[in-house]
């Protein structure tokens, strides 16, 4: 059984996703997940792989205690389905 936690977690980062896309910011994540779409995956199973991004994204943000750094996400981004720590 999932832990409730982490389906919050994971429901709270598609949420970002989703509010990524909506607004356009960064355009990236749109056209990521169009990509992926296009490879065949499944719109849930695109927008987790962006949320691993985001989620990647806020680690980093955190250990480093720095800013943001957009051209890290997009090209993290691009490189999907491959994760930053393969």
Do not use: C, H
């Amino acid at each position: 059984m999932k832990d409730k936690g982490s389906k919050e977690l994971r429901d709270s980062l598609i949420d970002v996703v989703e509010k990524q896309m909506r607004d356009n910011t960064p355009p990236e994540t749109k056209q990521t997940f169009n990509r992926l779409l296009s490879e065949g995956y499944s719109d849930y199973d695109a927008k987790k792989l962006i949320a691993a991004i985001v989620s990647a994204e806020i680690f980093d943000v955190m250990e480093s205690q720095k800013e943001f750094d957009n051209d890290r996400f997009v090209k993290r981004l691009t490189n999907l389905p491959n994760m930053p720590w393969e």
